[in-house]
């Protein structure tokens, strides 16, 4: 009983009766995880395939839409989830989460190839078009 801090028998059985509600609400928590993962995983595959049907110069256009969408969306959840949840809300935690999703986005990569290529070919374009500079007097060969 010291090791579980009850001091009598009373704070025993109090204590047993939070386990017994405890594991009689474990497997709805299942239940719902399971749930959400298929839910997850649906909308993931609707996601690759909306994707993919978009044309790679309209991909910006759709990320920011995309992300205004989400930020909206994004306050009302909080609050939703701070009215639920109340004190054992962490923000911290819910934008480490969120960031991991963005994170693993497949649009990230699209995103960040057609930058690196829009990269490249900018300083191909001015490399071409950037005229020899006249030399410096201190430059002159002599």
């Known amino acids: 009983m010291a090791s579980l801090d009850c001091k009598d028998d009373k704070e025993m059985k109090s204590l047993e009766a939070k386990v ?5 609400v474990k497997p709805k928590i299942e239940n719902q995880q ?9 909308n993931a595959a ?28 994004r306050t009302e959840l909080i609050e939703k989830l701070r009215e ?3 004190d054992r809300f ?7 989460s969120e960031k ?3 994170d693993s986005l497949p649009v990230r990569e699209l995103l960040r190839e057609q930058e690196s290529v829009q990269k490249q ?10 005229p020899e500079k006249k030399k410096k007097r201190d430059e002159w060969e002599r």
């Open 121 to 130: 070919l900018q300083q191909e374009q001015h490399c071409q078009t950037q």
């Open 90 to 96: 962490i923000r911290r935690q819910y934008d480490v």
């Open 34 to 42: 399971r749930k959400l993962k298929e839910q997850n995983e649906t």
């Open 46 to 73: 609707q996601y690759a395939e909306t994707l993919e049907s978009i044309a790679s110069e309209a991909l910006w256009k759709v990320e920011m839409e995309r992300r205004n969408l989400r930020y909206g969306g």
């Open 20 to 24: 017994s509600k405890l594991e009689d």
């Open 84 to 86: 639920i949840y109340g």
């Open 100 to 102: 991991a999703i963005d």
